[in-house]
């Protein structure tokens, strides 16, 4: 059983920073780096969960919805399997419950869900204005 764990949420002031870690274990869990795509998705209240950063397995090209990028930084630690996502110059917006996630097989549209068959239970990230 593959498990993964997000941690590093919490409350901050827009303008902080945050750095998101998730860990995985299991007996399984190299499947989770020997996947195509590690992801972060974010779901703010009352809404759909949403495609933040991806990063492949394969070369470590990394990918970011437009709202993030050149804010958050996508990156993973194989001999640790933990997955990161540092948060810079954070906005009220950026509010929401994260969730790391990882594809068993290779699917090529890295921005959606049903492509990834791993995920951990979220950690919350709540901005100040």
């Known amino acids: 059983q593959v498990q993964l764990v997000e941690s590093g949420g919490g409350l901050v002031q827009a303008g902080g920073s945050l750095r998101l870690s998730c860990a995985s274990s299991g007996r399984a869990f190299a499947q989770t780096f020997g996947t195509a795509y590690m992801g972060w998705f974010r779901q703010a209240p009352g809404k759909e969960r949403d495609f933040v950063a991806a990063?492949?397995?394969?070369?470590?090209?990394?990918y970011y919805t437009d709202s993030v990028k050149g804010r958050f930084t996508i990156s993973r630690d194989s001999a640790k399997n933990t997955l990161y996502l540092q948060m810079n110059s954070l906005k009220s917006e950026d509010t929401a419950v994260y969730y790391c996630?990882?594809?068993?097989?290779?699917?090529?549209?890295?921005?959606?869900?049903?492509?990834?068959?791993?995920w951990g239970q979220g950690t919350a990230v709540t901005v100040s204005s």
């Open positions: 996630a990882a594809q068993r097989n290779y699917y090529s549209d890295y921005t959606r869900r049903p492509g990834y068959t791993y």
């Open positions: 990063i492949s397995k394969i070369d470590d090209s990394t």
